[in-house]
Structure formats: structure tokens, C-alpha cells
């Protein structure tokens, strides 16, 4: 098993799209792009609508795949997590305001607006804790 390394840490510490992929049994992985933050104990969270299919592949099956790379234009580089994942119920508004201001500019009155909207909405949390990480840096 390998960690984050710092230089995993300072790709993921950037404002960049991760796609999360849950397990489903036969079914391939489908991946879909979230915002995302790494936590204290460098665990990775998104939050999500609770009736999401994301979420109910992980109420069943906590196995996920987290991908993060580096924008075209920069040299390749990409971080691949792959462990296990719990659904909270708390502290989900709390990610999505911090992810919020961290993806979007929220002086943008149509952007601050959305954000209005979103937090009007119920979210859930997803922790996800890597049990291995590979990567590439060129």
C-alpha cells in the first residue's frame, strides 16, 4: 500500500475535477467528475445528493476509484486512489460551501446564486479512504 506523498497532496489541493468511480458488482465503473477536498487525514470527500446512484452503489458496496490529473497544457501527471468509502450524513453543507468558493467565484452574483440554491438542497457526505495510491508525474 502506498501513500499520498506531498507531491499527491499538492495536485490534489488544487481546484481540479476528481472522478469518482463505485463498485457494481459485474458492472463496469462509471466514472463522473465531482469537486472534492482532501481532508486532515488526507482522506478525500465530496459531497452528493443522497438518492444518487453513487450513493446507493456505496451503501451496498464501499469499494471506489478516485482519479485526479493534471489540466491539458501541464506536464502529465495524475494520482489514482483506489479504497473504501462511507456515506455521512453530517457536515455535507459544510464541504459544499468550502468547495463552492474553492471552484467557483462566488462574487459572480449567477454563480453565488446557484450556491443559494444548492444549499437549499439535502447532501450527503463521501469520505473516501485510499488504501492505495498510484500515480504518474512526467
Known amino acids: ?10 495536485l490534489l489541493r488544487r481546484p481540479l475535477y476528481g472522478f469518482l ?10 466514472p463522473r467528475p465531482v469537486w472534492f477536498e482532501v481532508t ?6 465530496v459531497f452528493s445528493a443522497p438518492d444518487a446512484v453513487r450513493v446507493r452503489r456505496l451503501r451496498r458496496d464501499p469499494r471506489v476509484s478516485f482519479v485526479v490529473t493534471a489540466p491539458v497544457g501541464e ?3 495524475w494520482v489514482s486512489v483506489t479504497g473504501t468509502a462511507r456515506v ?8 459544499l460551501e468550502r468547495l463552492a ?10 454563480r453565488a446564486h446557484d450556491l443559494a440554491e444548492m444549499q437549499r438542497q439535502q447532501w450527503v457526505r463521501i469520505v473516501i479512504h485510499p488504501e492505495a495510491v498510484h500515480r504518474v508525474a512526467m
Open 21 to 30: 468511480s463505485t463498485a457494481e458488482g459485474p458492472l463496469p465503473p462509471q
Open 75 to 77: 506536464r502529465e501527471r
Open 88 to 95: 455521512a450524513d453530517d457536515g455535507a453543507r459544510a464541504v
Open 40 to 45: 486532515e487525514a488526507n482522506d478525500i470527500q
Open 1 to 10: 500500500m502506498s501513500r499520498l506523498t506531498d507531491d499527491d497532496l499538492q
Open 101 to 110: 468558493a474553492r471552484y467557483w467565484d462566488l462574487d459572480d452574483p449567477t
